[in-house]
């Protein structure tokens, strides 16, 4: 649909996968001003399609548009819209285990201008995609590189924001890591170059001294819906949630030491990844024996079986198409 200063949103559609046509003065290939957000929709074994907190995904994405000056979308709206699309399309939907059918929403400024202020015509689109496992090498613990040499967000600036920009900003440091045989980076504080933030396109936790730590939501790192949704699980099992940020030292000192028992990522896409070594300049510490963590398992096994249905949902995380 489309959004025009003065008339609001307008000309709900659905037309098929293809090329879009914009003028080459648009304002999102100039500066930027671009907004996503990932979800996903899980077939379940009777057959029925469900949503994983699709609310949570569309009120992240107005508070994105707000922190980059763009139009914000009516929630009951656009999950109505979301929900029609993928009945329409639910044999996109697959049926194995660990698939799914994930949905990208996106808003792009199409205003035809050279001069940087925000635009005053907007392009709102839901793209489909059936995936698979998020890890080619299946369910092996990932081998992450801290980066001190590059930043992803600073305070005041658009971490928190889901925009195309954090994300280029990271492509330099990803390569690296990966020529290097690095799967994630993990990304320090911009000020002290310190504390751990979040990787790639997961947050982190880590098991540290029986507790489960992770940083805090300071307006630097995003403030995702997996991570709200294992804190609450790990509650349920009893154990304490710390939200501070790790310091590199407690990460290396605490592999050797044994205070850090686990660590994993935490994303749509990830589900919920296991970490098997850190890399800090030419340090590298392995955790525990390598291999995936109890906690680690059970939380997987905790979030993909409300996902799939196999267990209760007692929070009201899934909708039903
Ligand atoms: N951090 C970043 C930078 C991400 O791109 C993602 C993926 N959306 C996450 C964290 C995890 O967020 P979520 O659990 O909402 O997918």
């Not at 799967?183 to 880590?206: H, P, T």
């Not at 540290?208 to 699980?233: E, Q």
């Not at 059970?298 to 909708?319: A, C, F, N, S």
């Amino acid at each position: 649909m489309d959004y025009d200063a003065g008339e609001g949103w307008h000309s709900p559609r659905i037309v098929p996968y293809g090329p879009l046509s914009l003028d080459p003065s648009c304002a999102v290939l100039h500066y930027a001003q671009e907004i996503f957000e990932g979800l996903k929709a899980f077939r379940r074994p009777d057959g029925n399609i469900a949503l994983f907190r699709p609310r949570d995904n569309f009120e992240r994405f107005n508070r994105s548009a707000a922190r980059m000056c763009m139009p914000e979308l009516d929630v009951d709206f656009v999950l109505k819209a979301l929900k029609t699309l993928i009945h329409l399309e639910s044999d996109w939907v697959p049926k194995s285990l660990g698939t799914s059918l994930y949905i990208r929403p996106t808003m792009i400024a199409t205003d035809p201008y050279l001069g940087v202020h925000p635009s005053s015509k907007y392009l709102f689109y839901i793209i489909l995609s059936p995936v698979g496992a998020y890890y080619k090498n299946g369910f092996s613990p990932v081998k992450i590189y801290i980066s001190d040499g590059y930043v992803r967000s600073a305070p005041g600036g658009t971490g928190e924001a889901k925009t195309g920009g954090n994300y280029a900003a990271s492509l330099k440091a990803s390569m690296e890591a990966a020529a290097l045989g690095f799967d994630q980076v993990l990304w320090l504080d911009a000020v002290e170059r310190k504390y751990v933030e979040e990787v790639g396109s997961m947050n982190i936790c880590f098991l540290y001294d029986g507790k489960v730590v992770t940083s805090p939501l300071k307006g630097t790192i995003l403030d995702g819906i997996t991570r709200r949704s294992i804190l609450a699980l790990v509650k349920e099992l009893g154990l304490q949630v710390e939200e501070r940020a790790l310091s590199v030292d407690e990460i290396l000192e605490g592999a050797g030491n044994g205070r850090l028992k686990e660590a994993f990522g935490t994303g749509t896409a990830a589900v919920v990844s296991p970490v098997g070594q850190f890399t800090y300049r030419d340090r590298t510490v392995t955790l525990g024996d390598g291999r995936m963590g109890e906690l680690t398992g059970r939380l997987y096994d905790m979030l993909t079986g409300i996902q799939y249905g196999k267990l209760p949902d007692q929070h009201g995380w899934v909708e039903m198409i």
